[in-house]
């Protein structure tokens, strides 16, 4: 068998190349350690983000701050949306002037920064030094009668707070967007299988990272201390800051090579509105007369030209109707951080600590009675089926079918998701049901959650396990070929900004799934609880599932024929037999 030959990528000017050993193996272990490093500080950043997203609200309504729940909850949503809606600002910035490595660089220095408000805040002194004291609780007469409006006060702390969190989502939306493009970049040379792996254990480090948050940092922080719990985060951001500098000689960095952005939006107004245009012309045929009279003294301005622009155009149309599309299996998809909560909180939760004196002490008893299972925990579920199926689909799946040549594409496999998708909410619209009806028999039982009173169905938590184990595999399926996607279709003067699109999109997707629940909350609507204190008992949450799973349902059938056209457009017919054999 000949010796496997590594692929000399042509470079651009300013591009850095490591310095590597001469032969095969060299080249190929510095790749693979890059890579490495690169999951590495995936893992830690995801692992922070995870941290401070798990006990937000929590954080917010505990008596250091004294939100209203919905101050509280919507201050989390407004966190989690820009975290995802500013994803192409760190991408074009990367283009245009940072390049990949000073983007994500800056933005873990920027996420260090900010994310060490939170534990700031945890304590008396750090409060007061960043807000000034908390206002006493104005006096006033009692409430006449029982369903008068009452005025929330004005959150404390809220100017310091959102702009904190702002902040840390800017930066994690930054690196975000581009880490996944730089850590491709680093096995580019090893070949495209080699990418595709890439992005499966890519999306396997995100879920590690989610496994060490939920189960370490969301326990401390409910149970132990804020302070300890939010100071996780910030040392796992700089251990990630670190490995990031100290991996730096092994990395292959590439300048920003400019957005064509601007050369799309100059094609599509040339499309939609040529009279514009025209005039747009016009001036800029006056500017270049004008600088005719010094021409030795011009240097050429580098950039695309105008075929290479239109050809670039004709690949975002074609790439942006597939990426929408996708938006539907997003709204599913956050509902595992939503209504899924939400449902889980009002099934019955067993206590980690049952009380059974044979086999505990007293104390122990006394200390973990009221420790019942974070609800939050159900999500590893979801996160261990990911952690389960990536190594396995990437070391025995994914080689025999491309020995078979029957792999799918990535589109394939995005369709696939979006049908693992729609069988989850279906199983939580089922779910619901039952739910319901016992709730409508009157056999329920009540449990205390976080000081609040929850009247659950008798039904255990553990009948949600379906529902996360379903749209963990739908990510397998949907979430991993779309970065791959994404990536490899981009234009390269527009990779970090396509995947800024991609995760705006699906930040686009979770605001659609919750503006869909206040728009069923409102009276009349399917979600409207009045009178229920927190409880959703007298909801149809059911109905909700069922109305997600039917726009699942039709958009899927929109992407299944939008991939159909691009697939045909872009490949020809491929030969799909196990027993074939490549000769040469």
């Known amino acids: 068998m000949p010796a496997p030959r590594t692929r000399e990528q042509p470079r651009v000017p300013g591009e ?10 060299g080249p190929r272990r510095w790749r693979r350690a890059a890579g490495a490093a690169v999951l590495l500080v995936e893992m830690l950043e995801r692992a922070a983000f995870f941290g401070i997203t798990a006990n937000l609200v929590l954080y917010l309504n505990s008596t250091n701050f004294n939100w209203a729940g919905e101050q509280a909850s919507r201050a989390a ?22 390049g990949r490595y000073r983007a994500v660089a800056l933005s873990l220095l920027l996420y260090l920064a900010a994310s060490g408000l939170l534990p700031a805040t945890a304590f008396p002194d750090g409060r007061s030094s960043f807000c000034g004291e908390m206002p006493a609780s104005p006096l006033g007469p009692a409430c006449p009668s029982p369903d008068c409006p009452r005025a929330s006060p004005s959150p404390y702390c809220a100017p310091v707070l959102y702009a904190g969190l702002l902040l840390i989502a800017l930066a994690a939306s930054s690196v975000r967007s581009n880490l996944t493009s730089f850590g491709a970049d680093q096995v580019m ?8 792996r890439f992005f499966n254990w890519f999306y396997w480090s995100i879920n590690l990272g989610a496994v060490l948050s939920l189960l370490v940092v969301a326990f401390i922080q409910q149970n132990i201390s804020f302070l300890l719990g939010y100071s996780i985060p910030v040392g796992c951001v700089g251990l990630a800051f670190f490995i990031f500098l100290f991996a730096t000689p092994v990395f292959i960095t590439k300048p920003p090579m400019g957005s064509q952005v601007s050369s799309m939006l100059k094609l599509a107004l040339q499309n939609c509105c040529p009279q514009l245009w025209q005039r747009h012309l016009a001036r800029s045929h006056r ?3 004008g600088a005719r009279l010094l021409p030795d003294q011009r240097s050429p301005q580098p950039g695309a030209s105008l075929q290479e622009d239109i050809a670039n155009f004709q690949v975002l149309v074609k790439i942006l109707p597939v990426m929408v599309t996708l938006v539907p299996y997003w709204m599913v998809y956050f509902q595992m951080q939503s209504t899924y909560v939400l449902q889980g909180l009002h099934l019955h939760i067993p206590n980690i600590f049952p009380a059974n004196p044979s086999n505990i002490s007293m104390a122990l008893r006394a200390q973990g009675s009221s420790y019942t299972i974070p609800e939050a925990w159900l999500l590893l579920a979801n996160v261990v089926v990911v952690l389960i199926l990536v190594p396995l689909k990437d070391r025995l799946i994914d080689p025999l079918l491309l020995r078979c040549k029957l792999l799918p594409s990535a589109l394939q496999k995005m369709a696939l998701g979006m049908l693992f998708g729609f069988t989850s909410v279906i199983v939580a619209g089922v779910l619901e049901m039952e739910r319901l009806h016992y709730i409508h028999h009157n056999q329920t039982v009540s449990q205390e959650i976080g000081e609040v009173l929850y009247n659950a169905a008798p039904l255990s938590i553990w009948w949600q396990i379906p529902q996360y184990l379903l749209i963990g595999i739908s990510e397998i399926f ?9 990536y490899s279709e981009a234009p390269r003067s527009m990779q970090g900004a396509i995947m800024g699109i991609f995760f705006c999109l699906s930040g686009v997707g979770s605001l659609l799934g919750s503006s869909l629940v206040a728009l069923l909350s409102l009276p009349g609507g399917w979600l409207h609880c009045p009178e229920d204190f927190g409880n959703i008992n007298n909801c149809r949450m059911d109905l909700y599932f069922f109305l997600l799973a039917g726009i699942q349902a039709v958009t899927a059938l929109l992407f299944v024929w939008i991939a159909g056209r691009y697939e045909r457009v872009s490949q020809g017919p491929a030969s799909h037999s196990c027993f074939s054999r490549d000769r040469g």
């Open 478 to 486: 949907a979430s991993i070929p779309g970065l791959e996607f994404a």
């Open 77 to 98: 949503l407004v966190f989690l949306g820009a975290s995802y809606l500013l994803a192409p600002v760190g991408g074009w910035l990367a283009d245009v002037y940072l």
């Open 16 to 25: 850095r190349r490591p310095l590597l050993p001469r032969g095969v193996q």
């Open 287 to 289: 500017d270049r007369q």
């Open 189 to 196: 040379d090893l070949g495209r299988d080699a990418t595709r």
